[in-house]
Each structure stands twice: as C-alpha cells, then as structure tokens.
C-alpha cells in the first residue's frame, strides 16, 4: 500500500523543527529514520497531516564525550555502534545496538527514532532503564529530562506531548560497571522474544549497585527490584544468580502473543539473566565477550 497524502516539510534548523512540531502537535508526524514510521504510514496506521523531516537538521547529530555521553536524537543508530566512545564508555549501548534489525536498518534508523517509538520489544528503552540514563524533550516552552521510568507509559507510549521533539538521549559513561546485554529471537535480525541489559557495579566481592531491564516482556522497559536486591544481598556469585533468574521467572507478567507463549517469555527471561549477569561479573574484572543469547 501507499500512504495516505501528506504534507512535507524538511527544516534544517532545530528552532524550525519545534516550531514546525508546534504548529501541527497532534496533526504532525515526526520523521527521524523512516524504519519503523513508513511502514506504519504504508498500511495506514499512521495518517499524519503533516510530515515533518528532521533528516535535515545537522544540529540533532553527535555524540558528545564526558562523564554523561550526550547523543543527539538524529543520530543513526550504526554511527553509535561504530563510535569508539561509545564502545569504549557505553559498551552496554554498542552492544544492545548490533541486535537491532540489520546494518541497512540500522544506517538509517536512529537512536532517538527507536526511544521515541518505545517499542516494548526494543533494545534501547532497555538500555536507556538499565543505565539510568534520561531524554531530553524540547518544545516551544523549553527543555525538560525525564528518565526512562517517567518516558516510557506503555506500548509506543510515551510522555512525550505532540508539540515536543525528542532532542538528546544522556547515558553515563560506565567503564567502571560490568554490563551485558543479551537477547533470544526466532531469527538473526528480528525483534527480541525476550531481552535483557544489566549494569553492575562491584566493591571487592560485594555488589554496590545493580540495574537489569527486560525487553519483550511487558509494555515497557521492565525492571524487577526483588531480583536486584537478591544480586546485592548474595553477592557476585552463581546462587544470587539463580536465584535472581527465580525471583524474574516468577515476577514478570508477559502476555501470549503469536510469537511465543507468555511462559516461554518468561523462561527465556530467567535464563537470560542469569547468563547475563554472569557475563557482566566477568567483565567487571575486565574480560570481555557476549551479544545475542
Ligand atoms: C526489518 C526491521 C527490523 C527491525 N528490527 C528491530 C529490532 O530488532 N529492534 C529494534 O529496536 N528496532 C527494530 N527495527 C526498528 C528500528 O530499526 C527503528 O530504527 C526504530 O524503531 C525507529 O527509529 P527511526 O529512526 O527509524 O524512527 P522513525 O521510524 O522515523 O520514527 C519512529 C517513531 O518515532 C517518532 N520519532 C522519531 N524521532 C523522533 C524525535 N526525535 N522526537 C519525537 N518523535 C520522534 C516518529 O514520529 C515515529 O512515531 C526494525 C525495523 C525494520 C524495518
């Protein structure tokens, strides 16, 4: 199918971007890396009156180095993949983005596009959760952050108003952490079953701080305080392991769907978790491999 008509407008400044995102809020569509929006606007989903093209705004595309790494939302996804700070201070990130379609998707589709799109089978709302990072949101009014708990409100929701861009997604720079992120899909390139990132952080044998959030398991990026805690109570080691896969198997709540079973979902969360955080204790000490489950 085609889309349905539309207006097209392409600024090249972000100042026109919001003001352009101002005058048709809720009657707009945004345009970023067209991987997930055009075949939305192809079997008429998705009927903006208006499509605004942000491929032309330079302004929305770079990565910024420093304690918090800065991403413009403009930014596609495979230059992140490919920057060597993001591999060297967000190796979580470079990891999570290899698992997303193919490198022609993601040439094209960007780091803000897929936060913005909030797919609840995503990977970067998971990393965004996992980190702790925040978005940023600009519209007429000015900038506002809100991390991942506040952005995310279900299935391609999110807090965003129609007369805000998504601008800058921030995530700390986490040398210091140990992070794996680790996925099932039925085949190389679709979207996870069921995923998970995990950020640690050690003192000797003890844990200080632990962050795991799942993908394809809910509505949003979702976390399991009760399997955390369980990390931080035993410590880096096989049984508080296990036992977080336990306390994860029990807790999430995923639906059936004609890809797999809420059960499998389930299962392959568990497991997941506690391959991940295995791996993510590994590379606290400085080893390194891993990638899709
Ligand atoms: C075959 C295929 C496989 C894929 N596999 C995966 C996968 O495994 N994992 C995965 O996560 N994704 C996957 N995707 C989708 C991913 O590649 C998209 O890039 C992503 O979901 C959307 O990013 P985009 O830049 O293409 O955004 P677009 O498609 O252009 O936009 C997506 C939505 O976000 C809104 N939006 C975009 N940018 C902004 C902004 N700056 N501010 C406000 N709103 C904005 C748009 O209006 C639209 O509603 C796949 C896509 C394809 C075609």
Do not use: W
């Not at 990390?231 to 080691?237: A, D, R, S």
């Amino acid at each position: 199918m085609k889309p349905a008509p539309f207006l097209y407008a392409a600024p090249e400044t972000l100042d026109d971007a919001v003001a352009l995102v101002h005058r048709y809020g809720a009657e707009g569509k945004v345009l970023a890396g067209g991987q997930s929006l055009v075949p939305l606007l192809n079997m008429r989903l998705a009927r903006p009156r208006v499509l605004v093209d942000l491929n032309r705004v330079r302004e929305l595309d770079y990565i910024k180095d420093g304690k918090e790494i800065r991403i413009g939302a403009m930014t596609r996804q495979r230059t992140a993949e490919t920057s060597p700070v993001v591999r060297q201070k967000l190796p979580l990130l470079a990891e999570a983005v290899r698992c997303i379609g193919h490198p022609q998707i993601r040439n094209r589709g960007t780091i803000g596009g897929s936060i913005a799109h909030a797919d609840p089978a995503a990977e970067l709302p998971a990393v965004l959760a996992a980190l702790d990072g925040t978005v940023v949101l600009q519209s007429r009014r000015g900038k506002r952050t809100l991390r991942a708990e506040a952005f995310f409100l279900s299935y391609l929701t999110t807090a965003a108003l129609p007369d805000e861009l998504l601008v800058e997604v921030r995530l700390p720079a986490h040398q210091h952490l140990g992070t794996a992120f680790l996925e099932v899909a039925r085949r190389h390139g679709d979207f996870a079953l069921a995923g998970v990132a995990v950020a640690l952080e050690r003192d000797g044998d003890a844990v200080r701080r632990v962050r795991m959030a799942f993908t394809g398991v809910g509505a949003t990026p979702t976390r399991v305080e009760e399997a955390e805690e369980a990390v931080l109570k035993g410590g880096l080691n096989d049984r508080a392991f296990a036992e977080a896969a336990r306390i994860v198997t029990a807790r999430l709540t995923p639906d059936n769907d004609i890809h797999a079973s809420a059960e499998y979902r389930r299962h392959v969360a568990g497991v997941l978790t506690e391959r991940a955080l295995r791996l993510a204790a590994r590379r606290v000490e400085g080893q390194t491999s891993g990638g899709r489950g």
